[in-house]
C-alpha cells in the first residue's frame, strides 16, 4: 500500500496507516540516506519514505482546490518522494522533507496540469507558475480592496508576466474541459446527443453517394461506346486539367483541324444519347 498507491484503499484507513509510522531523528535519517547511497539498500529507502509519507498528506491537502481526487494528489506526491529519496544527499546538512517538499509538489502540479485540460498547459515556468499563483495572488489583492479592473494588471506586475498572459490564464482555469459524454443535468441526454449538425443527414448522404456511383457507371458506360480517337479527344478536350486544342488534337492523329472538330461533334452526339436515361432517372 505505501509504495504502490492507495487506490482501493479507503483514505481514512491510508491516513491511519501511515501515522503508525514514527518520525525520523536527525540521526536516523542520516544513517539511513546513508545506507541507501552507498549500498543501495532497499530497507533503508522504505525507511525514509514511510516516515515522511504524513507530510506529503499534508502538501497534497493544499491543492484539494482544483477538484482532483485528494487520493490522486496523495499518489503523485508519493512518488515526488521516493525521487526525492533516490537524489537526496545526506551531506549537503538539510533534512529530507525539506528537499524533498519540492519534488513532491513538482509532482503533483505537474499531475494537476495534466488532468486540467487536454490543451497543454504551463508549458514554459512562467506559465505553470502562474497558474497555481494566480488564485493566490488575486484574493491577497482582493483583500487589499483593489477594484476588480485594477486585479489584472496588479496580477500581472505581481508575478512578472504580462496581463494578456493573466487574462489567459484566468479563462484556462475558469474554464475546464467537459466530456461530451458525461450525462447531463438530472441524468439528462448527454452534450454528444443534443449536438447540432450542420451536415446532411444519414440517409440524405446516403441516397448522394448512390446517384453520384449511377452516374460514374453511366459516363464510364457511355465512354465505352466512343472508338479509341474520340474517346482521346473527349478526354483531352473536357477532362484534363489543361484542355488540348482541337488543333493539337489534329496533329496527334495525322489529320486536320477540321477532322478533329468533326470527331469531337460525333462523340458529344454518341455521349448525350447515353446520357440522357441518367438524366431521366
Known sequence: MLMGGIVGESLAVYLHEVCRYPL????EEQALARAYRESGDRRAAHGLVTA?????????SGYRGYGLRLPDLIQEGNLGLMKAVQKFDPDQGVRLVGYAAWWIRAYIQAYI?????????????AQRRLFFALGRSRRQLARAGLADEDLDDRVARHLKVSPEEVREASRRIEHRD????????????????RLASDGELQD???SCARESARIRRGVTDALALLDDR????????FMADEPASLQD?????G?????????EIRARRKLRAALEPLSAG
Request: hydrophobic fraction near 35%; avoid cysteine; aromatic fraction near 6%.
Open 249 to 253: 488534337l489534329g496533329t496527334r492523329f
Open 178 to 193: 467537459q466530456s461530451l459524454d458525461a450525462p447531463g443535468p438530472g441524468g439528462s441526454l448527454p452534450p454528444v446527443d
Open 24 to 27: 525520523l531523528s536527525v540521526e
Open 255 to 263: 489529320f486536320s483541324r477540321e477532322r478533329a472538330r468533326q470527331l
Open 113 to 125: 496540469l495534466q488532468s486540467w485540460s487536454v490543451v497543454k498547459l504551463g508549458t514554459t515556468q
Open 52 to 60: 515522511n509519507l504524513r507530510f506529503v498528506v499534508k502538501v497534497a
Open 230 to 237: 474520340e474517346r482521346t479527344i473527349v478526354e483531352q478536350r
Open 204 to 206: 440524405e448522404r446516403l
